[in-house]
Nanobody, 121 residues
């Protein structure tokens, strides 16, 4: 059963822009107030970079603050991530999930397939 589907990644030049989208199953949206975008760079652990509450308050990791904007459409069960001024350090697989603790099924974290963002210098 696919519950989270991320899309919108791709290859972009440094300084460029991308908008990521995430379709979330209603069961997750209705049971978790906060949603977030995570990313995992090669050789690094997955990290939470942006978080949005059900009332649309937002928080960002220091490394992305000022360059990323998280938003949500509760009517469509969608989460978005607008990214500007991309640099090579933004190269990673991006995931959305409940935040700060990911959605779990029978005690195991559930993740979508993610969407690859590659920034060329």
């Amino acid at each position: 059963q696919v519950l989270i589907v991320e899309s919108g990644g791709g290859l972009v030049q440094a300084g460029g822009y991308l908008r990521l989208s995430c379709a979330v199953d209603g069961s997750i949206f209705s049971s978790h107030n906060d949603m977030g975008w995570f990313r995992q760079a090669p050789g690094k652990r997955r990290e939470l970079i942006a978080r949005i509450t059900s009332s649309e308050n937002t928080e960002y990791a220091g490394s992305v603050k000022g360059r990323l904007l998280i938003s949500r459409d509760n009517g469509k069960n969608m989460i978005y991530l607008h990214m500007i001024s991309l640099n090579a350090e933004d190269t990673a697989v991006y995931y959305c999930n409940a935040a700060p603790r990911p959605y779990t099924i029978n005690g195991r974290e559930y993740w979508g397939q993610g969407t690859q963002v590659t920034v060329s210098s």
